[in-house]
């Protein structure tokens, strides 16, 4: 699959650290990301990516459609920008729906966030204190991306967050194993990787994503070819 641009919906699904946020959030369990790409260990992430990824755990199921209309009435209202996507997070051994968050100026927007998603039908899970813990999260949002190698896209916006197409799903057990195999035998291992699909005309593209801030295009050829190898091997 080698379209040259592609802007579809998609997810990403990944493993981060997370715990609950010691804010005001009106009653409901909100999470932040405390180690953002835990596979990656650059010194200027954490001011790049500042503030951390937030996820409100809502009470019950919206479809994707829900949230999004939700949203896009909640930004009608406040001043303030922000960024939701629909998802579901790991938590208490159970995969829970959220609303990630992104882009949130101040703590103190949680409040007034949640309070008018309220208005808009959406009850979130009563706030409780969430010690430390490795989550998995999956997350569906919009993708603009670029063809930059054979198979492999950059994407437009977060031009440090790159994919590389598989020809199949992997489950997530087998990608880390992969993972972890791969990154003990190769110098430039300093890279956070999780897995992605988008949906197309004609079908799903599957994907491997890499967050590298300077990652070179022969790098990401060298670990695509490593990671085929892997899925080979496992068939």
């Not at 799903?204 to 695509?224: C, G, K, P, T, V």
């Amino acid at each position: 699959m080698n379209l040259k641009n592609i802007e579809t919906v998609g997810y990403i699904l990944k493993r981060e650290t997370l715990a609950s946020v010691e804010f005001d959030t009106d009653g409901s369990l909100v999470l932040e990301t405390l180690m953002p790409y835990p596979g990656y260990h650059g010194i200027t992430v954490p001011d790049q990516l500042n503030p951390r990824s937030l996820f409100l755990v809502t009470r019950d199921k919206y479809s994707g459609e829900e949230i999004i209309r939700a949203t896009m009435s909640v930004k009608k209202r406040l001043t303030s920008a922000f960024d939701a996507a629909p998802g579901h997070i790991m938590v208490f051994n159970t995969m829970s729906p959220c609303i990630r968050l992104k882009e949130i100026q101040d703590y103190n927007m949680l409040e007034p966030l949640i309070q008018e998603y309220k208005k808009e039908g959406i009850q979130f899970a009563r706030a409780k204190k969430v010690e430390l813990f490795s989550g998995q999260i999956k997350i569906r949002r919009f993708f603009r991306l670029e063809l930059i190698g054979k198979n492999i896209y950059r994407e437009i916006e977060r031009p440090f967050l790159n994919f590389l197409v598989i020809p199949k799903n992997m489950s997530w057990g087998v990608f880390e194993k992969t993972t972890i195999r791969i990154k003990n035998n190769v110098e430039y291992n300093n890279f956070d990787a999780a897995l992605a699909a988008f949906f197309v005309s004609t079908g799903i593209i599957d994907a491997i994503r890499i967050f590298h801030e300077n990652i070179q295009l022969s790098e990401l050829e060298d670990l695509r070819s490593k990671y085929l190898s892997e899925i080979e091997r496992m068939s």
